[in-house]
């Protein structure tokens, strides 16, 4: 016979104060409409109490890179590779109907009308709720991307094992 | 009609705007205080539920009114933590 019955909902509450869920988001995607679905469900998981780790990865990167940002890599391959590849939270483009620009530019119009915040506004709103971002290191050394062309607030410079710690204590983990 | 403390006005915006408003906002408040949060989008209905069940905060109940502009909102949250 069971002499005490543990109480489910009293133990799950004080297992989650002690032990906050956590989020781990993998941005692969350096469109528009990718990055704002990642940084809407980071902001909302960190606004429900949920620790939230973003790991920026390839294109992805893009969205964590400053404005116009190139490229100071050494060699002039890499340095050409960021001249084509110029970064900035605010020139993401859409996956679909981009039409050289003018979708994109059509699309972001109709967000502001509706007071709907853009990737750079609800970026800004991760890193208010205290989201962590991680960029990679990897793809930054393939694509030619440097600490300096980065934006403040990077929270860390790691690889696959740092993502796999945090992912392995996650109860949500999304590849976008 | 229920009775709230402080009021935040979220009108005009999509989620997820007004439960990060709202997550910033309960922390002005004292224990016990009401919240209530007045918006346009209907996913709040579900979302503020959800919200409360998960930081544990108590909701105390929703209205929701006819305005010339559309339907509005209201979502009254009792902070507890």
């Keep these: ?176 | 009609m229920m009775q709230a403390d402080v009021k935040l006005d979220t009108l005009g915006y999509f989620c997820p705007m007004p439960i990060i408003l709202t997550s910033k906002k309960i922390k002005e408040l004292a224990l016990g205080q009401v919240l209530e949060v007045v918006s346009d989008d209907e996913g709040i209905k579900k979302d503020m539920p959800a919200w409360c069940e998960t930081t544990g905060h108590q909701m105390m109940g929703l209205e929701e009114e006819q305005a010339k502009s559309g339907r509005i909102y209201k979502a009254f949250v009792k902070k507890t933590k």
């Design chain 1, 1 to 176: 016979m069971i002499a005490t019955q543990i109480e489910p909902t009293v133990t799950l509450a004080q297992l989650q104060q002690s032990k906050p869920d956590r989020v781990t988001i993998v941005l692969l995607s350096g469109d528009l409409d990718k990055a704002m679905a990642a940084f809407i469900i980071a902001t909302g998981a960190a606004a429900m109490g949920m620790r939230v780790t973003m790991f920026f990865t390839f294109w992805g990167l893009n969205a964590i890179r400053r404005r116009g940002a190139t490229s100071s890599a050494k060699d002039w391959l890499r340095r050409m590779f960021g001249l084509l590849n110029r970064g900035g939270a605010d020139t993401l483009p859409l996956s679909r109907f981009h039409f050289g620009g003018l979708g994109t530019k059509m699309m972001q119009t109709v967000m502001k009308q509706n007071r709907m915040p853009g990737v750079p506004e609800l970026m800004q709103t991760a890193l208010d709720l205290d989201v962590r971002f991680i960029a990679c290191t990897t793809t930054m050394g393939l694509m030619g991307i440097t600490k300096d062309t980065l934006i403040d607030g990077i929270d860390q410079f790691a690889g696959v094992t740092t993502y796999l710690a945090e992912a392995k204590q996650g109860t949500v983990n999304l590849f976008i």
